[in-house]
């Protein structure tokens, strides 16, 4: 197994705190969804890596059915848990990259936080068969982004991580402001040549977190769960005594929902 496949599956071993530590997505996030795929009463969606269902939710509560692509057993178990109310959303236990699914059969395919998991070779192609003609794409993803309400924590939580976790500083991009997020696929999907009319929609949210609820969130995150054990413990204990020292026991966590949307020509 490659260390990106094993990333990938590490959500697996933590369902139950994936879906209490992660944040949900804006409500406007997803009136912006319909609202560009002129999604109908009776349209079909597919989900690409539905994780816990936090994405799902709000889309089964507006009536619409939904199949539902994981591939991790536990995050799939309480992804039908929680969406147990809905019959018309199906969770299915599976790696996009290899299942197979009926052409042309959705009107909107959307991925929350899981497409840049998939094969970079053939994820465009299937997500494009999949859509009927003229069907939407949906990608989005919480992107961290800083201002002065979160600055001086994020200067001061880098001190923490190059003394204990250096290695989780290499590739550290610090974050930008909120109007100049990064927009990658921006480029990557309409390279692709399978989608035009991109469209991007930023929504800006601002969480507080008291310390421990912090530490469940970094304890979600690929990077971190790669970590051995005692090293991860003891930066998680460093940086929740930072927390109550520094911050008052709170901290503010700011990010921007970005949401590419395009349309499958």
């Not at 040549?193 to 469209?199: C, I, K, T, V």
Request: proline residues 5%; aromatic residues 10%; positive net charge.
């Amino acid at each position: 197994m490659t260390t990106n496949q094993s990333r990938r599956r590490a959500y697996d071993q933590i369902a139950q705190l994936y879906d209490r530590a992660r944040p949900s997505y804006p409500a406007a996030l997803f009136d912006d969804i319909v609202a560009y795929a002129g999604l109908t009463a009776d349209a079909r969606i597919l989900e690409i890596g539905c994780g816990t269902g936090q994405a799902t939710l709000p889309l089964t509560q507006r009536g619409y059915a939904l199949d539902c692509i994981e591939l991790g057993a536990e995050l799939a178990k309480v992804a039908r848990d929680n969406l147990s109310s809905f019959p018309a959303a199906q969770v299915i236990h599976a790696d996009f990259n290899t299942v197979d699914l009926a052409p042309a059969r959705y009107e909107l395919v959307l991925s929350a936080t899981a497409f840049h998991w998939l094969d970079p070779a053939t994820r465009f192609i299937k997500a494009h068969r999949l859509l009927k003609p003229g069907g939407a794409l949906a990608l989005f993803w919480h992107r961290p982004v800083v201002t002065d309400a979160s600055r001086p924590f994020v200067d001061a939580v880098q001190k923490v991580y190059k003394e204990i976790a250096p290695e989780l500083t290499r590739r550290y991009q610090p974050p930008r402001r909120p109007d100049a997020v990064s927009t990658e696929y921006a480029e990557l999907i309409p390279a692709s040549g399978l989608f035009d009319r991109l469209a991007i929609r930023k929504h800006y949210t601002a969480t507080k977190y008291r310390a421990t609820a912090y530490i469940e969130l970094l304890d979600t995150f690929s990077d971190h769960r790669a970590l051995e054990e005692a090293k991860r413990r003891q930066l998680f204990r460093a940086i929740e005594y930072l927390i109550h020292s520094g911050f008052s026991g709170e901290v503010t966590r700011e990010t921007v929902a970005l949401l590419y949307l395009a349309q499958s020509q």
